[in-house]
Every structure is written in C-alpha cells, then in structure tokens.
C-alpha cells in the first residue's frame, strides 16, 4: 500500500488540463491497496486524485505573512503557547523549522508539511494560499 502522505485539510494543486487548481484534501480511501485522495475545489465540486496527479505547493514567504507569521531578522515566527514560537529559516536545503529557535525539528518545503506540524502543536492549520 502507498504510504499516507496528505491528509484531511491539506492544500495542494491539481491540474486539470493546462489550468492549475488550488484544492483541499477532504478524505483518503484505499481500495484494492490503491490509495486516493478525495478532493475539493473552490467551487465545490469534489473529486478524487491518486498522488501521482497532486502537486504540492511550495511554501513562500509571501503565504507565511497572509497567513500572520512575522518576518524577524530573516526568519518568519508564529507566536504559540505561553512564550513559545514556531520559526521558520529558509534555507537551500529547504525550510528549517524550530521551537524557539533552539530546537530544529526537521526541514520542510511544502504548505502541507508546516499544516502537519501546525496540527500536531494543536494549533489551527486551514491556511490561505
């Protein structure tokens, strides 16, 4: 079985055609050992979509500020509990990410992953792209 790489509440794109979709993960099912992905775009309309035809989207800085990450000495923070903060280093590796700038916990690229990471803070992860 492939492995489960989106989740409900993911953003990803699609294509359909030549025009690019910006669509929700809304739910996964696997039949026969073949995973796909329910999804939904802006108009509602859902569909479903192996892993082979979504396309994550990279993650910007101009998605962290829509979003109210606030850029500090190069870096973007989100303000969690108490006194705590996610910051985000973009970096040619990727996008380091840390708890308080002490601990980096892994590298990410994608709005999906920082909407993984969001959720297991407990924290809201719908963003806007």
Excluded: C, R
Excluded at 39 to 66: C, H, M, R, S
């Amino acid at each position: 079985m492939d492995k489960l790489e989106y989740i409900p509440g993911d953003l990803v794109s699609v294509y359909v055609g030549i025009k690019k979709f910006i669509v929700e993960v809304i739910g996964v099912e696997n039949e026969n050992e073949v995973l796909s992905y329910q999804i939904k775009f802006p108009n509602g309309e859902i569909q479903y979509a192996d892993k082979d035809n979504i396309v994550p989207i990279p993650l910007t800085p101009e998605i962290l500020e829509k979003n109210g990450w606030k850029s500090i000495n190069g870096k973007y923070a989100l303000k969690i509990k108490n006194a705590n903060y996610v910051v985000l280093e973009f970096t040619e590796d990727g996008i380091y990410t840390y708890i308080n700038e002490n601990t980096m916990l892994f590298t990410i690229k994608y709005i999906h992953e920082l909407q993984h990471l969001l959720f297991g803070l407990g924290l809201n992860s719908e963003m806007e792209v």
